[in-house]
């Protein structure tokens, strides 16, 4: 005789564990010291600026570079000020951004091997992937400076849905250590992007006070402001809907007091066996629908048929 086995998967209890089993999600550690301030909500109003962002800095490239260039957004997390820089390279092209109404500096890094590429480019050359990993010298900068100038532009656009803000260069950094556009124990919020240049992928990150970028966030999530003549039909809407509950059919029960056997009692009961209730004679029955008990009752009869006189709620027993 041959047995079939099933293989088995990863233990995941309960509902979330198999619906997590099903998607093949992994499980996320939580830091208790310092919860999670992005809420859902705010990470879509920023992930649609951001799309949009995305969308023009391939356009900035491609345009300035006269080659295919592509980019989209990767991830949007809410760090440190300290991690996000311990996540960067010892050598990058950091871009610090004045963003008024922002306090504060924004920081946009784009790695060394991509902002050589592009100068390859832009000045005739082929861009391949193998560049000198050095700072720029200052014509090197200057014709940088331009293609930076049009990513500034394109941010302040991309990102006007949540706050009006005018950017302006406020310098750049070889060392990330040294950029100092915040402290490091400063919550930020990181959006990565993949940006493609003749199809050889470069991280670039974008770096936001977190601090400064939340009341903008919470006044672009707000509710829109309604008419008179909406919010009648929104009541008028609301009354209907409640007046429709309250014809809808539900089962009653009454019920005794639940009465605990442990199974060798059960499995031994037989016809004419007496089970002993742990309800009171004294005591009411409960009138439930569900689980929610809306009333107590004794029992009755009305003409032919069984009854309960209801004989309290449950605020007034209460």
């Given at each position: 005789m041959t047995s079939l086995q099933t293989p088995r998967g990863p233990a995941y209890p309960g509902t979330r564990?198999?619906?997590?089993?099903?998607?093949?999600?992994?499980?996320?550690?939580?830091?208790?010291?310092?919860?999670?301030?992005?809420?859902?909500?705010?990470?879509?109003?920023?992930?649609?600026?951001l799309?949009?962002?995305?969308?023009?800095?391939?356009?900035?490239?491609?345009?300035?570079?006269?080659?295919?260039?592509?980019?989209?957004v990767t991830s949007i997390t809410q760090t440190t000020y300290g991690e996000h820089v311990d996540t960067l390279g010892e050598i990058t092209y950091g871009i610090k951004i004045d963003a008024d109404p922002l306090p504060g500096l924004v920081l946009l890094d784009m790695p060394l091997a991509a902002v050589m590429s592009a100068l390859d480019l832009m000045l005739g050359g082929p861009g391949t992937s193998e560049q000198p990993l050095r700072p720029l010298s200052e014509i090197e900068g200057a014709v940088v400076q331009g293609l930076v100038t049009r990513l500034l532009s394109e941010l302040a656009y991309s990102l006007a849905g949540i706050v009006e803000m005018t950017p302006t260069l406020a310098?750049?950094?070889?060392?990330?250590?040294?950029?100092?556009?915040?402290?490091?124990?400063?919550?930020?919020?990181?959006?990565?992007?993949?940006?493609?240049?003749?199809?050889?992928?470069?991280?670039?990150?974008l770096c936001?006070?977190?601090?400064?970028?939340?009341?903008?966030?919470?006044?672009?999530?707000?509710p829109a402001p309604v008419s008179e003549r909406e919010r009648l039909q929104r009541s008028r809407a609301a009354e209907l809907v409640d007046r429709r509950f309250q014809d809808v059919p539900v089962d009653a029960v009454v019920r005794f007091a639940?009465?605990?056997?442990?199974?060798?009692?059960?499995?031994?009961?037989?016809v004419g066996d007496v089970v002993r209730l742990s309800h009171r004679a004294t005591a009411p029955l409960?009138?439930?629908?569900?689980?929610?008990?809306?009333?107590?009752?004794?029992?009755?009869?009305?003409?032919?048929?069984?009854?309960?006189?209801v004989v309290g709620t449950t605020k007034e027993n209460a």
């Amino acid at each position: 005789m041959t047995s079939l086995q099933t293989p088995r998967g990863p233990a995941y209890p309960g509902t979330r564990g198999r619906r997590r089993a099903r998607s093949g999600a992994e499980p996320t550690s939580y830091d208790f010291r310092r919860p999670v301030k992005l809420s859902r909500e705010h990470t879509r109003l920023l992930q649609v600026g951001l799309d949009g962002y995305a969308r023009q800095m391939g356009t900035v490239f491609t345009s300035a570079l006269r080659t295919v260039c592509s980019a989209q957004v990767t991830s949007i997390t809410q760090t440190t000020y300290g991690e996000h820089v311990d996540t960067l390279g010892e050598i990058t092209y950091g871009i610090k951004i004045d963003a008024d109404p922002l306090p504060g500096l924004v920081l946009l890094d784009m790695p060394l091997a991509a902002v050589m590429s592009a100068l390859d480019l832009m000045l005739g050359g082929p861009g391949t992937s193998e560049q000198p990993l050095r700072p720029l010298s200052e014509i090197e900068g200057a014709v940088v400076q331009g293609l930076v100038t049009r990513l500034l532009s394109e941010l302040a656009y991309s990102l006007a849905g949540i706050v009006e803000m005018t950017p302006t260069l406020a310098g750049t950094e070889y060392n990330p250590k040294l950029a100092q556009a915040a402290a490091a124990g400063d919550v930020m919020v990181v959006a990565a992007f993949e940006l493609l240049v003749k199809e050889v992928p470069h991280q670039v990150t974008l770096c936001l006070p977190f601090t400064g970028l939340q009341p903008h966030l919470v006044r672009a999530a707000a509710p829109a402001p309604v008419s008179e003549r909406e919010r009648l039909q929104r009541s008028r809407a609301a009354e209907l809907v409640d007046r429709r509950f309250q014809d809808v059919p539900v089962d009653a029960v009454v019920r005794f007091a639940p009465t605990r056997l442990d199974p060798g009692t059960l499995s031994n009961l037989a016809v004419g066996d007496v089970v002993r209730l742990s309800h009171r004679a004294t005591a009411p029955l409960d009138v439930m629908v569900g689980e929610a008990t809306f009333a107590h009752a004794t029992a009755g009869t009305h003409g032919a048929r069984l009854a309960a006189l209801v004989v309290g709620t449950t605020k007034e027993n209460a």
